[in-house]
């Protein structure tokens, strides 16, 4: 392994940095199909609510694909700082097709901000990866640190091939997850942690979760109202209302710098912030 670039910052973040949103855009390449975890509130056959707006994706593409997906969208949007991987499943359950996308880019593409979303399962093995290819940025959905409360928001995990389930699926996404974040920091790489906000199952434990994050030196943290989706087991459950999240967020930025921008974008995204069109739809690319 050759050693590690340095992460270049330059604020032209448009997620991470407020003041570079309707500046810089973002393209999303929706290269990860799968997931190896079970999240209550997802379909599988949607984008990873996660991080992205529950849709279903125009389509997974290859590494290939996405490299020359970028190419085509600097052309006619040389706004766009950041090429980002937030699904359609996690990023790293299949981690060489999203370290493939990032190889072929950074080959004809130094100075693009790279960023990658994921669950934090698996995702430790492929740091050294991530920092050979200077990507600044990763997001890590973090919904629970209480083995009981995470149990309820993801039913089951699977490691090797194997599923396992309940407080023990639990106990290992958890300690996986933070294991990571502080690996992450470690490495110089800048950290989001996403929570889905889940009133009566993780709303009440999200201001002691703030606190432990800040403790880890996160970045950033970024609570996301849960959208129920039909087909699911939080399908009839009651969101967060926006004066809650509010409140949330205003309590939480005593521990953490909170993210209050975010426009929960398809895996596909292209563009500034504002803007969510897919990038496979946009017919100049
Ligand atoms: S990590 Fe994302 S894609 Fe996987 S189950 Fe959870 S919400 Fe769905
Ligand atoms: S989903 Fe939020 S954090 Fe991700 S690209 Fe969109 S605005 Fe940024």
Same mark, same amino acid.
């Given at each position: 392994m050759s050693p590690a670039m340095p992460v270049t910052l330059n604020k032209t973040h448009p997620c991470f940095y407020a003041g570079a949103k309707g500046k810089y855009g973002r393209l999303h390449l929706p290269v990860a199909p799968s997931c190896n975890i079970q999240c209550a509130y997802c379909r599988r056959?949607?984008?990873c609510p996660n991080e992205n707006r529950p849709g279903v994706t125009d389509g997974v593409i290859g590494p290939e694909e996405a490299s020359e997906r +970028?190419?085509?969208a600097l052309e006619r949007m040389p706004y766009i700082s950041v090429a980002a991987v937030a699904g359609p499943g996690d990023a790293f359950c299949e981690p060489e097709r999203t370290l493939k996308t990032f190889e072929l880019i950074r080959r004809k593409n130094a100075d693009i901000a790279l960023c990658v979303s994921t669950n934090g399962l698996n995702v430790k093995d492929s740091i050294p990866h991530l920092c050979d290819l200077n990507v600044g940025y990763v997001t890590i959905t973090v919904n629970a640190i209480d083995p009981g409360i995470a149990a309820r928001l993801h039913p089951y995990i699977t490691v090797d091939g194997i599923t396992i389930r309940g407080l023990e699926a639990a106990h290992i996404l958890i300690s996986r997850q933070i294991e990571a974040i502080g690996r992450l920091k470690d490495a110089g790489? #800048?950290?989001k942690v996403n929570s889905v906000v889940v009133p009566g199952i993780n709303e009440q434990h999200l201001l002691? +979760?703030?606190?432990?994050?800040? #403790?880890?030196?996160?970045d950033l943290m970024n609570f996301l109202p849960l959208i129920p989706l039909a087909g699911t087991d939080m399908a009839d459950a009651v969101p967060p209302s926006e004066d809650r999240m509010k409140r949330l967020r205003q309590r939480a930025s005593a521990y953490v710098r909170l993210m209050h921008h975010c426009t929960r974008c398809r895996s596909d995204?292209?563009? +500034?912030?504002?803007?969510?069109?897919?990038s496979s739809s946009a017919s100049y690319i």
């Open positions: 056959d949607h984008d +970028l190419e085509r790489i #800048t950290v002691f +979760l703030a606190k432990n994050m800040g #403790t880890l030196n996160v995204a292209v563009g +500034l912030l504002p803007q969510d069109r897919s």
